[in-house]
């Protein structure tokens, strides 16, 4: 049986190369696996998550959970796999604006109000996935670097001028700190007004 | 004797409320073992900073260092007391550009390169100090806040446009990033290449 490799990447968001092709049934039962752990988290939330809780919830034994994801941080670094992977997928090759087919600038605001939708919902994943210390890594994995290479290009199609490797990297911060915002703070820092204002951000980025 | 609180903020930095008036041996004191604690960590990084070490360099006992500091926690919290006070005493009152008298662009420009050559060489012991998960408090602590006051009362001055709030959250979140840059990173992204970044984000202000 072909166990996915469990990469790492931003806050244990994984990626790079496509894990190896699984057996059809193995890969409906990580689906599935998958889903049951995000009803739980819907309802529970991360803390909520257990082996326990999830092998009871399939209504699979906890060993299978254990052989398919080694462990619960094994666990939540897939839930942020399968997220990341088609967010990838929706900004490389999805519908415009967040896809190809809208100007650059305008592909960039819907890149970091997307982002900012999916913190929104995978904040406290990512947060827990980042428990063991992780946030040092973020600026070397490839979720990172492939996001920043996606900004970057979408900087020199609109002939925005300045270092834009720099630029790149300062406006992938901004988004990610976002990330890191505790639940107290979004009271005032609510997630509709820091989408504004990343919007305001691209705006300036125009003239 | 009176033990000043040790008190956190950003990453460990710290701030607020001055701390009481430590009687002038004690003051002395404690700026003595401050200054051994810095001249070991040029020398052997802060990995190299144990109490022991510490209590060695500085010719007192161990026990005064603990009673002193509390733990080696408390002593890196100290350290970055000192240097956050210090350059908070230079942005607020200190002589411009960083100080008032100059335009207020040209102050955060010249807070942001003072702000990055400080991170540059507290970044390790920020680090360090963060270890223990501290960089999910960062948003919340009277450090932070006192330079997005800083920040957006500036931004306000130049009669920048748009929500000054998120973007002065979204400016401190750009140098904040370059504090997690790992030792590697910075071979591509370096501090001077950072500092220009920065002036080129200031500027688009400007328009």
């Known amino acids: 049986m072909t166990e996915p490799i469990p990469l790492t990447g931003v806050g244990g968001l994984p990626l790079g190369p496509p894990q190896p092709v ?3 049934d193995a890969a409906r039962n ?11 988290i819907d309802i529970d939330g991360v803390a909520g998550l257990t082996m326990d809780r999830l092998a009871t919830e399939a209504g699979v034994g906890k060993g299978t959970i254990f052989r398919r994801f080694g462990s ?7 839930l ?9 997928a929706a900004f490389i090759s999805g519908p415009a604006p967040l896809g190809p087919g809208a100007p650059p600038l305008d592909r960039l605001a819907a890149y970091g109000r997307a982002r900012i939708e999916l913190f929104s919902t995978q904040g406290d994943l990512l947060r827990a996935s980042e428990a063991g210390g992780m ?3 973020r600026y070397t994995v490839p979720a ?6 996606h ?14 490797r720099i630029l790149a990297f300062n406006l992938l911060s901004v988004l990610e700190a976002i990330l ?6 979004k009271a005032e820092l609510t997630l509709s007004r820091l989408a504004r204002g990343w919007d305001e951000l691209v705006d300036r980025l125009r003239l």
């Open 135 to 137: 946030a040092e890594e």
């Open 144 to 149: 990172r670097r492939i996001s920043e290479v």
């Open 151 to 164: 900004i970057a290009s979408l900087l020199r199609q609109a002939e925005v001028g300045g270092d834009i």
């Open 72 to 78: 619960r941080a094994g666990l939540l670094s897939a």
């Open 80 to 88: 942020l796999d399968d997220t990341e992977r088609e967010f990838q």
């Open 30 to 40: 990580r689906a599935r696996l998958l889903d049951s752990a995000r009803r739980i």
């Open 180 to 185: 890191l915002l505790p639940p107290g703070a």
């Open 22 to 24: 699984e057996r059809s």
